[in-house]
Each structure stands twice: as structure tokens, then as C-alpha cells.
């Protein structure tokens, strides 16, 4: 069965620094994969998800992520961080094994951003 | 608003009490997800539907739970005889079902076994 791994349970950072967020997938096959973000208080909401096509997908608020298929890796990245960034983030996969239907999750990583 | 609704929010309940979860999905949504979320953990997929056809059930999925979506549109998550171990978020939520579509989230029912 699939699995997914994030690299970090709680990264704190200040505002303005930049960010990358670990992800690894077990799957051989055909993966796509998503990032999910939940703010405080709020439900859990995509942030920018891959498909096929270029490996780097642009998301909102101007996160972005790279799938590298050698490295079964799906990072999250942005380059200035903003104290309205604080939340929850779990990276996401679908695959075959699946029916390319149900979500596997990561263990999601917090992110606090101090001002 | 027309997002994933889930009622109710929140559901305090004693241990070996039923109690039943209510999801409304996008109108246009004909899939329906049901996931499981403890703290520190990343939801886990419970079940599935595709219309009123319940495709899929996790092996999480023991035989205390049911679940349910009728006439293809609501559906709901009874869960018989709580356990303490059931306490838990329960998330559901819809997608389109042609191809591989983004999965829309409710808010959740958090559900507490005392």
C-alpha cells in the first residue's frame, strides 16, 4: 500500500524566511499528488496539486512544489513566508492503488510564523 | 455557502451510545468521501461513494460503522456502541467523478467518547 512521509512535524519560522516542507511518497506507479492546508480554525483547503506536465506546480498564495519522480519526492516551498502562513500542511497522494479515488495522507507538518 | 456541510460540529457522547454524522456535498459532486483525522495523525480514508453506490470501505471501517448516501445526495456515518477509540475528527468530503478531481473538505464533526 501506499505511504506518505513528511520530513518535519513543526517548523517554526520568521517572517519573511523562506520554506521547504518534506514529502516522500511509496508508490512505484503513477502518483498525483496535492498539498492541503488547514488555517486555524478552518477546514482543510488545496493549496496546488500535480497531475502530469510540468513537475513544478504553482499553487495559491504563492506556494509552489516540485515533483521529482526519481526521489518519490513532492516539496513544498515559498520563497518569503508571512505570519498568515501559520497553519497545518499535509502532503497528499493518489494513486492506481487506489482506483485513483481515495487520498493517502501524510502526518502533516504545523508551521508557526513569528512576526 | 456552497461548500461541504457537515452537522453536527461537534458531538459529546457516552461510551456504548449510537450516534449519527450528517455530510451535504457540493449539489454538483456526485463522489463522497469519508475520512478519520486523530491529533497528530493525517486523515485516513474511511469510505466512499459514487452516487448512492458505496464503492469502498477502509479495513478501518470496522462492523460498528455504517455508512449511507441514499439518493445519491447527503449521506451519513452511524457509528454503533462508541469506543473510546473513536474519538476522533470526521471529515467528509465530495469531487467530481470523472478522471481524478481535487476532494473539496467539510469543517468536520469532532466527535468526543467520554
Known amino acids: 500500500a501506499q505511504s506518505v512521509s513528511q520530513h518535519n512535524h513543526h517548523v517554526i519560522l520568521s517572517e519573511a524566511a523562506s520554506l521547504e516542507l518534506g514529502c516522500n511518497y511509496s508508490y512505484g506507479g503513477t502518483v498525483n499528488l496535492f498539498w492541503y492546508v488547514q488555517y486555524p480554525g478552518q477546514h482543510l483547503q488545496l493549496l496546488l496539486k500535480?497531475?502530469?506536465?510540468?513537475?513544478l506546480v504553482k499553487g495559491i498564495k504563492g506556494f509552489e512544489a516540485e515533483f521529482i519522480k526519481s526521489k518519490f519526492s513532492f516539496n513544498l516551498r515559498k520563497p518569503s513566508v508571512q505570519w498568515s502562513d501559520t497553519a497545518e500542511y499535509f502532503c497528499?497522494?493518489?494513486?492506481?492503488?487506489?482506483?485513483?479515488?481515495?487520498?493517502?495522507f501524510g502526518k502533516g507538518t504545523m508551521l508557526l510564523v513569528s512576526p | 455557502d456552497t461548500g461541504v456541510s457537515q452537522n453536527p460540529r461537534h458531538k459529546i457522547t457516552k461510551r456504548g451510545q449510537n450516534v449519527t454524522f450528517r455530510c451535504d456535498p457540493i449539489s454538483e459532486h456526485n463522489r463522497l468521501y469519508w475520512y478519520r483525522q486523530t491529533l497528530g495523525q493525517g486523515p485516513e480514508f474511511l469510505t466512499y461513494?459514487?452516487?448512492?453506490?458505496?464503492?469502498?470501505k477502509s479495513r478501518l471501517l470496522s462492523d460498528r460503522f455504517s455508512a449511507e448516501r441514499p439518493k445519491g445526495s447527503f449521506s451519513t456515518l452511524e457509528i454503533q456502541r462508541t469506543e473510546q477509540g473513536d474519538s476522533a475528527m470526521y471529515l467528509c468530503?465530495?469531487?467530481?467523478?470523472?478522471?481524478?478531481?481535487?476532494?473539496?473538505f467539510g469543517p468536520g464533526t469532532r466527535l468526543t467518547v467520554t
Open positions: 468530503a465530495s469531487s467530481l467523478a470523472t478522471g481524478v478531481h481535487e476532494q473539496y
Open positions: 497528499a497522494v493518489i494513486t492506481m492503488n487506489s482506483g485513483y479515488s481515495t487520498l493517502t
Open positions: 461513494f459514487q452516487n448512492e453506490a458505496q464503492l469502498e
Open positions: 500535480y497531475f502530469s506536465g510540468d513537475p
